[in-house]
């Protein structure tokens, strides 16, 4: 019987999904996702996570645990480091530990560190290392299914590239064609900007709305990396890269009207970029800009508010354009 390998739909399932489901499914695993994210999933992520984590990580903990009973091994890896150079947040690295010793009745966990900051060649390492692991021995068979998952991985990368969200790309929805009149950027990570639960729909709610929507993970990253070579220090952080490279994208365009980011309450990452961002805004560019924090208290109807507020601000300023600053008051009210 094939072995099972649970697989969170937390973090970075929204990235990498295609890429570990085609290389384990290469291998002879059978892999199972944890389900879409359900109030009762983020409750007991809150139950066992520790308080100060961000809602990212209880939502984490929450799929770790609908997993517990029914699969052999939970592949949790330890993700230090996706991209030369480059660091990701510390929470990825402590994410084993602690769900390991937070959420009861576990199978044994495949925590594998994953860290490319000197090349891509640790990648296959850690491949390697993940399939010994699960008693996958065959070293040509390990090679060509980490040969079949990176064609895997292009594919997805491409339709989303086409403006297909990871989410729907990964479910196989067909892309919908919306009536658009106004063309948003939405940034954010992506376990926030794909989980329609803990965003509260949000992607659908804009597009309700008339808006089309551009995420960071739909703009080409060589053009996020250009951009970034610009800020006056060198970004070593890759969220916070996404996030500032591809706002900067967006603000710098004429046919988008306005930037929304999508930020976890309490994450670092977020609120240096988030300031940056403003700051940007404020001093350089003319698009409305508005930051909508959640946490696991945000309510359907406060954060409806904020999004009703948002596109107020863009039909007015498309109605009255010379007349409305981005922020705050109208230049010319008295
Ligand atoms: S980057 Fe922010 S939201 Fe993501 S895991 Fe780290 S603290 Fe949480």
């Known amino acids: 019987m094939a072995v099972k390998v649970g697989i969170p739909r937390?973090?970075?399932?929204?990235?990498?999904?295609?890429?570990?489901?085609?290389f384990l499914t290469e291998l002879g695993a059978e892999v199972v996702p944890s389900p879409e994210t359900t109030r009762e999933i983020l409750d007991k992520g809150v139950l066992y996570c520790?308080?100060?984590?961000?809602?990212?990580?209880?939502?984490?903990?929450g799929h770790a645990y609908t997993l517990r009973d029914k699969v052999d091994f939970i592949l949790?890896?330890?993700l230090t480091s996706i991209s030369k150079s480059e660091y990701i947040c510390p929470k990825f690295g402590g994410l084993p530990e602690m769900v390991k010793y937070?959420?009861?009745?576990?199978?044994?966990?495949?925590d594998t560190e994953i860290n490319l900051i000197k090349n891509q060649k640790g990648l296959a390492k850690a491949l390697y290392k993940?399939?010994?692991l699960l008693k996958f021995k065959n070293p040509l068979l390990i090679g060509r299914s980490i040969n079949t998952a990176i064609r895997a991985h292009n594919n997805f990368m491409a339709a989303v590239h086409e403006g297909n969200t990871p989410d729907c790309v990964i479910a196989s929805v067909p892309r919908r064609q919306?009536?658009?009149?106004?063309?948003?950027g939405l940034v954010g990570h992506p376990y926030l900007l794909y989980d329609n639960f803990t965003n509260m729909d949000l992607i659908k709610k804009l597009r309700s709305r008339g808006a089309e929507i551009t995420t960071p993970d739909m703009i080409d990253p060589h053009i996020i990396n250009e951009l970034c070579m610009e800020l006056p220090k060198r970004m070593f952080w890759s969220s916070g890269k996404s996030l500032i490279g591809s706002a900067l994208f967006i603000m710098d365009r004429r046919s988008f009207d306005g930037l929304l980011l999508l930020s976890a309450f309490g994450c670092g990452v977020d609120s240096l970029a988030g300031e940056y961002i403003e700051k940007q805004a404020r001093m350089y560019y003319k698009k409305p800009?508005?930051?909508l924090n959640i946490d696991e208290h945000t309510g359907d109807a406060s954060f409806n508010t904020r999004i009703e507020a948002f596109f107020?601000?863009?039909?007015?300023?498309n109605s009255d354009a010379a007349n409305l600053s981005a922020h705050g008051r109208s230049i010319y009210s008295s």
């Open 312 to 317: 107020d601000l863009l039909n007015r300023r």
């Open 76 to 78: 949790i890896p330890r």
């Open 178 to 184: 919306y009536k658009s009149k106004i063309r948003i």
């Open 102 to 110: 937070s959420v009861p009745d576990l199978p044994p966990l495949v």
């Open 130 to 132: 993940m399939a010994f």
């Open 289 to 291: 800009y508005m930051v």
């Open 50 to 61: 520790i308080d100060d984590a961000c809602l990212p990580v209880k939502v984490f903990h």
């Open 10 to 22: 937390g973090m970075y399932f929204y990235k990498y999904y295609p890429f570990i489901k085609t």
